[in-house]
């Protein structure tokens, strides 16, 4: 079984990324804030560090976690309106009553570096360019650089949200995988699952994933990011198990994330560099 991991890729699109920042006006992301989630603000951290280290300047505008989804909006659209500002997104969690898809559309797609506006998402589903959200490109990105034929494979994610299932789908698609999305309604996961060449578990429930789920050789994606008890992180395949039937599969941690953090910042220097030109991203890298 062959481990894939996301650690020598992200450094390569790191890398590349700071060609790009470097070659023209300096990249600024903002990152609007708007929680008290220890995770996310270490999230948020971790970009800011990133983006430092690749000559991008990355902006976090921490709304506190009590602010008006009004306030939310007209911070996105003042962002958005601003040219000194190349790539924005909208951390999540947000205060209880704040729809992030319906603030998400105050970001313009021409910023949009985490896929968020609704627009993008629909531009993607019709093969226009758009921003993918980092984490599904960065999904691709790891197929592409282990060489994993997509085309005419039968490929089966497990999850459906608008930030992960849903625009990886699209994706895969446009590779010409044939494509199966299963969620927590699809009934006999396992029987769907194993017929799959190429699996994404996307779905946030450690160990949702076990060898009775894959086929042999199958190669295996885990975009799963659960907490555990000492403070770390698992994913949603049960690594020791799956990893005696899987040909290829992804660690947690080091696998999709470093990949992800590494496509938002590749997405900015982008956005800089072709302002109002989103480009589909997840082939290169
Ligand atoms: P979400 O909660 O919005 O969506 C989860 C999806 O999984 C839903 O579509 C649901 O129907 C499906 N699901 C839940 N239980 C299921 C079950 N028992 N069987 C089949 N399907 C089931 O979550 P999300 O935002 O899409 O994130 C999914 C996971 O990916 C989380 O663990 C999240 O932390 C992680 N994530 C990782 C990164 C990264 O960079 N590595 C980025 C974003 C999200």
Redesign the pocket.
């Known amino acids: 079984m062959k481990t894939l991991t996301g650690k020598d890729l992200a450094a390569a699109i790191r890398a590349r990324t700071q060609a790009e920042a470097a070659a023209g006006p300096q990249p600024r992301l903002a990152v609007v804030v708007a929680t008290a989630d220890e995770a996310s603000l270490w999230y948020v951290r971790s970009i800011a560090k990133a983006a430092a280290g690749v000559g991008i300047a990355c902006d976090v505008v921490d709304l506190g976690p009590e602010a008006a989804p009004g306030r939310i909006r007209e911070t996105l659209a003042r962002l958005s309106a601003d040219p000194q500002v190349h790539g924005l997104m909208l951390q999540t969690p947000l205060p209880p009553g704040a729809s992030a898809q319906e603030l998400a559309a105050a970001i313009d797609p021409g910023k949009d570096v985490d896929g968020a506006n609704p627009l993008s998402l629909g531009r993607l589903a019709a093969g226009l360019p758009a921003f993918p959200p980092?984490?599904a490109a960065?999904v691709l990105a790891l197929l592409d650089h282990y060489e994993v034929e997509l085309a005419g494979r039968r490929a089966v994610v497990?999850?459906?949200?608008t930030?992960?299932?849903k625009p990886l789908a699209h994706l895969l698609l446009d590779r010409h995988a044939t494509v199966t999305v299963?969620?927590?309604?699809?009934r006999d996961?396992a029987a769907v699952t194993s017929q799959a060449e190429v699996l994404v578990a996307?779905?946030?429930?450690a160990g949702?994933i076990g060898a009775a789920h894959v086929a042999m050789g199958a190669v295996v994606i885990d975009?799963?990011?659960?907490p555990t008890d000492d403070g770390g992180l698992t994913g949603?395949v049960d690594f020791a198990a799956v990893s005696n039937v899987a040909g290829a599969l992804t660690p947690?941690p080091g696998g999709?994330?470093p990949v992800?953090?590494a496509l938002l910042l590749s997405h900015t220097a982008r956005a800089a560099n072709r302002p109002h030109d989103p480009q589909e991203e997840a082939h290169d890298g």
């Open positions: 980092a984490t960065a497990v999850g459906r949200s930030v992960v299932g299963c969620h927590s309604r699809t996961l996307a779905a946030g429930r949702l975009v799963g990011t659960n949603d947690v999709v994330g992800t953090t």
